[in-house]
């Protein structure tokens, strides 16, 4: 173990607790997260039909540091004297730090949209699904009507949009109408891919396409060419914004993300390392917001720390071309590879598995409660999915057939 001054990671969930998990026994760190809990955000969507609970996306961060055999500290940072190495904490505290790796992720973006920050549900954590969750349940669950407006045709949007059909798509009082400046969901995918989705849909889901949100109230969406859509819940998975740590701290460009080297290292500071959504581009490459790219670059950052500290060669980062999975309820589950795109109910239990090892890769407990746990995890996931295919039998009948789209077509 080394024994010189302290690694700072800021931020612990997908990136920063990678990097934790790395430095482990190489480097000592301190970990700083104001959150009890490590998120796997790549599901959260399934709050909303009830096939995922919170603790099945949780992990007890204080623990999974420890075992790294790092420090943990319960606070946010406020600031970053990259000049100086010292933290501001939310104490009031400073603390020294030799290095540090900024992994503090994105925030909800409402793009200054008037009270949209008031009005709208952002849909970024387990805390936020989890009250879009209740909100569906109370109101629906009473037989009461709800507009619901989704803002975000993408792929937050999609997914949430598939787990509330999942659960409410029967549900007569439900109305359901998605908001987005494109032209289509999934504008990046081809255009067969939103005429497919599209489809299965029930008549109750509107789309309105090409349209921008211009103001948000406690009861309606006001639009900028339609007028104004009545709204009782307003979901807004409308993108990702920078966290005003970064340009607090002068790490940012214009776009409030950080720019850095092939190295990860930030352009103003080589011994600070910034990791997943809040890198604004990679040597001047956009990466996408995956949680796999945030893993990924906690890994190398963390390597990359280690290497300085050792007065070696640093390595770059290439992102890997993983194929993208995008559920849509019990409807359809759509897998993105470089050049296709493909189609089928079936491949849902790719993407369980995805979460799966991933929860396994980060739980740092030992080998036999880190088996509990995810034996507890496919039980309950196992089970609700049992009992969504018994309650929607044509189901089983899609599961032989796959579409497919070319992206070149």
């Known amino acids: 173990m080394w024994n010189g001054e302290p690694v700072a990671i800021i931020g612990a969930n997908m990136g920063g607790m990678a990097a934790a998990r790395a430095l482990a026994g190489h480097v000592e760190a301190v970990v700083y997260d104001p959150g009890a809990s490590l998120q796997w955000l790549p599901n959260i969507h399934e709050l909303l039909s009830g096939l995922k609970r919170p603790q099945n996306l949780r992990l007890q961060r204080a623990p999974l540091v420890h075992r790294y055999g790092h420090q943990y500290q319960r606070h946010a940072v406020t600031g970053i004297n990259w000049r100086r190495h010292i933290l501001s904490l939310d104490d009031g505290s400073e603390q020294f730090f030799s290095r540090a790796i900024v992994a503090v992720g994105g925030v909800n973006n409402t793009f200054g949209v008037p009270g949209a920050s008031e009005h709208a549900m952002p849909f970024k954590s387990v805390l936020q699904c989890r009250r879009i969750a209740v909100r569906l349940q109370e109101t629906l669950g009473r037989g009461d009507a709800l507009n619901v407006v989704l803002v975000g045709g993408g792929i937050e949007g999609v997914e949430a949009l598939g787990e509330i059909l999942r659960r409410y798509r029967h549900h007569a009082g439900l109305s359901l109408t998605v908001v987005d400046a494109a032209s289509r969901l999934l504008p990046a995918l081809p255009a067969g891919v939103d005429e497919h ?5 029930p008549s109750t ?8 949100v211009t103001r948000v109230s406690a009861d309606s969406v006001s639009l900028g060419d339609t007028g104004t859509l009545p709204a009782d819940l307003v979901i807004w998975t409308g993108g990702a914004g920078a966290h005003p740590l970064l340009a607090d701290s002068g790490l940012a460009d214009d776009t409030g993300f950080a720019p850095v080297r092939k190295t990860l290292q930030s352009i103003h500071n080589p011994n600070v390392f910034v990791v997943g959504d809040a890198v604004a ?6 990466i996408s917001p995956q949680a796999y790219h945030a893993m990924d670059m906690g890994r190398r950052a963390a390597r990359n720390v280690d290497a300085l500290i ?3 060669p640093l390595q770059a980062f290439r992102p890997a071309h993983k194929p993208q999975l995008i559920t849509f309820g019990d409807l359809d589950t759509l897998l993105v590879t470089d050049d296709r795109v493909w189609a089928s109910p079936a491949l849902r239990s790719l993407k369980e598995a995805v979460y799966q090892l991933g929860m396994a890769q980060l739980d740092g407990r030992r080998p036999w409660r880190r088996g509990t746990a995810l034996f507890r995890r496919a039980l309950e996931g196992g089970i609700d999915e049992a009992i969504d295919l018994l309650r ?3 189901a089983l009948g899609r599961m032989a057939g796959m579409k497919q789209w070319r992206k070149d077509g």
């Open 197 to 201: 989705l599209r489809a299965l849909c």
């Open 310 to 312: 050792r007065h070696r």
């Open 281 to 286: 581009d990679v040597d001047g490459a956009r």
């Open 392 to 394: 929607a039998p044509p």
């Open 205 to 212: 889901v509107r789309f309105c396409f090409g349209e921008h």
